[in-house]
DNA sequence: TCAGAAGCTGACCGATCGGACAGTTCGGGG
DNA sequence: CCCCGAACTGTCCGATCGGTCAGCTTCTGA
């Protein structure tokens, strides 16, 4: 338990990273932080890493490859299905790499500046455009943007946009389909 | 036009602020990024007041009390009318304080720990609470998250989830009936 | 006319940031 | 036994942060 799931001083520097970009933010996370967290010098983790840059673009690397990916396999489908498979696939990518994309929002504005993004950018554009293309008004464009904007937030770690009193204690199964369901009523689509 | 909607040289220091803090973040703004904007020098700045976290006080008061007060008043409203008031409000007065919401979005993490953020906090609280009485199930719950989170990114100035090639160009008055709309969609309330 | 307050500036301060670098520890192969 | 390279430390650096302070204009009212 005490061991991390992955390995060496590397793996230990990337969970900690990771957890603290998630609670406080790229810019609020200084290299001491992450030192302290990992019981090392602050010299040590530039030793295994470039820079601070370079541990965020590695612990982001697998999320925004996964969306990258998502983004290929959706371009050869056809209408419909591509609404449907769009849904479960962003719902299921985000849960996946929920702590991933609770560093990715955590600073929003520069993060979109941020080249790491680009991948994550050309994924939500394309989904954007197949769930918008059912009607040319702007109301479908606008309910996929809810769907897009908020399925991440939601899954943020402990980060909700005002805090419950009792957080959902429910499984991820049952969150995926709910928040699936849910997307699906909001976008109009079939079954909802 | 080249004179703000506030008068004097605190005015052009908050309006200021208030872009830059969307643009770029709380943490991503420096006191010398404003004094540029505004055309002073730094020590300017806290002349007119008492630091930075003050300027950024007064900037949020107006929107905190906004939220404070649409807070209490869905208090005395029955259930059903809690449902509809409560969206309408909600997207109304986040639509109101387009600018300052960007503001409280930007650092999330950061923010919630903010005293500021405790009266909206309490707002959205109380809304989930009434939108989720529909029904016990967590699904409920979700969609009012949902509704809680997307709004207010939807409603961010420049700041999109996944950029879109091209910008919803719609009035307000037009996008406020579609993420009502949109909302009540997603909730299931009647008229959807 | 002039005293004094308001508004503002340039210079400076300590703290902290990301990062650089020389030196130290230490385990394993020749 | 020696030594080499990987792993790591302590220390220092320049830049930048929010904030302070003495002093300089500029306006105003007695």
């Known amino acids: 338990m005490s061991r991390s799931t992955r390995s060496g001083t590397r793996g230990e520097i990337l969970d900690a990273a990771a957890r603290l970009f998630a609670a406080t933010g790229f810019k ?15 010299a040590a983790l530039l ?24 983004d290929a396999r959706l371009a050869g489908l056809g209408d419909d299905d ?3 498979a769009a849904v479960e696939g962003y719902v299921d990518l985000v849960m996946r790499f929920r702590r991933e994309v609770t560093v990715l929002y955590d600073d929003i504005p520069a993060l979109l500046q941020r080249p790491a993004f680009a991948g994550v950018q050309g994924m939500s554009d394309r989904l954007l455009d197949a769930l918008a293309a059912r009607s040319p008004a702007p109301a479908a464009r606008v309910a996929a943007l809810m769907v897009l904007s908020s399925v991440p937030v939601i899954c943020m770690e402990p980060i909700e946009i005002g805090v419950r009193t009792e957080p959902i204690v ?11 369901r849910s997307a699906a009523r909001t976008l109009d689509l079939r079954g909802a």
């Open 28 to 42: 609020g996370t200084s290299l001491q932080d992450i030192a302290g967290e990992v019981g090392c010098s602050k």
């Open 47 to 70: 030793y295994h890493f470039d820079g601070k840059d370079a541990i965020l673009a590695e612990l982001l690397a697998p999320a925004v490859e996964a969306f990258a990916t998502l």
């Open 82 to 84: 591509v609404q449907l």
């Open 170 to 180: 429910i499984g991820d199964d049952e969150l995926r389909s709910i928040l699936t």
